[in-house]
């Protein structure tokens, strides 16, 4: 089968390589329609964070069930899937507590159960991992579009909303304009927020915030954007969704959370250890700082349910659709921001 390596900073490659086959009773193989390049690609693609070169990229797969394992009993061949950005067991401690990153069975997209961005993945832990399609919209491509964004970034921007504690009639604020914060704010208005302030950096991508619920945006930068939110807030606002990971995001979320309120973090850390984060600013004000790696697995299912009502659609956020041959092409559009996220059409 073909699938995307990396090959090093600013190199990925589309190669052949082994087909990922079952291997224990739990598993299944999945033959990938649908995946994505996510932002998080863009740190090791960047050079910012280390991964080994030859390795399998992508972490975002939907497709078809190919073959599972004797003990396989939620999926069966022929069914649509998708699977969250890691694998996880659905019955240990963490997984029913709804912390499905936590899993103690769990598993990264990559190595020989195939990266994301490939022909085909081996789902160890099927039961627990795969999310099926009901077959009335398993081929419909609209409503695919418009799923896939559950395998990470949709659920990202939901686990950001609710360890912000967004509920009915709310102000919060989304740092962030990539595709979690838009997500975000997504996340937040269908949790009732009432006034959803997005800050971010690119006036394209606040106007598709505007679109998803944002009541309204800041563009501006520093000092200048933390001197906005808080005026347009009278001090803050109590829920506060940090969407990207960034140490100078995390400065400006816990600067435009107001006294006694939450920031919800969900953006992969980057730089934060360097730079430190303002305990004191925390401590000062009572700011609570929640949240980390989003367990999407744990919202899929609800989610899922709201999409195929027509209630939410993050599909606006793929503004550029490749096939596998185009994956290398994908990433050079999401680091050059000419794309907010690529969806990767296979078959
Ligand atoms: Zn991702
Ligand atoms: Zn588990």
């Given at each position: 089968m073909r699938a995307a390596i990396y090959r090093g900073p600013g190199e990925i490659t589309v190669e052949e390589v082994p087909k990922p086959e079952?291997?224990?009773?739990t598993d299944a193989v999945v033959r990938v329609t649908h995946t994505a390049v996510c932002g998080s690609d863009l740190w090791f693609y960047r050079g910012q964070s280390d991964r080994e070169v030859g390795s399998r990229v992508g972490h975002e797969p939907m497709g078809i069930v190919e073959e599972v394992g004797?003990?396989?009993?939620s999926v069966e061949p022929g069914d649509r899937v998708f699977a969250p950005f890691l694998i996880s067991c659905g019955r240990c401690e963490f997984c029913r507590k709804g912390?499905?990153?936590?899993?103690?069975?769990g598993d990264s997209w990559g190595g020989d159960n195939g990266g994301?961005?490939?022909e085909y993945v081996r789902a160890t832990e099927a039961d627990g991992t795969l999310v099926r399609v009901p077959d009335r919209h398993a081929h419909d491509e609209e409503t695919l579009r418009s799923i896939l964004p559950l395998t990470d970034v949709m659920g990202t921007g939901h686990h950001a909303a609710v360890s912000a504690g967004v509920g009915e009639g709310d102000t919060c604020i989304v740092v962030g304009d990539g595709a979690v914060g838009l997500c975000g704010v997504l996340a937040a208005r269908r949790l009732g927020a009432q006034r959803i302030v997005a800050m971010g950096h690119h006036e394209d991508r606040l106007e598709l915030a505007a679109e998803f619920g944002a009541t309204e945006t800041i563009s501006a930068r520093g000092e200048a954007a933390v001197e906005q939110a808080n005026t347009l807030t009278g001090g803050g606002a109590n829920h506060v969704l940090e969407?990207?990971?960034a140490a100078s995001a995390m400065d400006t979320a816990i600067e435009v959370c107001r006294p006694g309120g939450t920031v919800g973090y969900v953006g992969v850390p980057h730089g934060v250890e360097a730079d430190g984060i303002d305990v004191f600013g925390l401590f000062r004000k009572n700011r609570t700082l929640r949240g980390g790696v989003a367990p999407v697995r744990a919202y899929a299912e609800e989610l899922l349910d709201d999409v195929l009502q027509g209630?939410?659609?993050?599909?606006?956020?793929?503004?550029k659709t490749v096939d596998l041959d185009g994956v290398p092409e994908g990433y050079r559009a999401m680091d050059e921001r000419e794309a907010i996220k690529v969806l990767v059409r296979i078959s």
């Open positions: 079952i291997e224990s009773p004797e003990s396989v009993r912390l499905h990153t936590s899993c103690v069975n994301g961005q490939g969407c990207v990971g209630t939410l659609d993050p599909s606006p956020i793929f503004t």
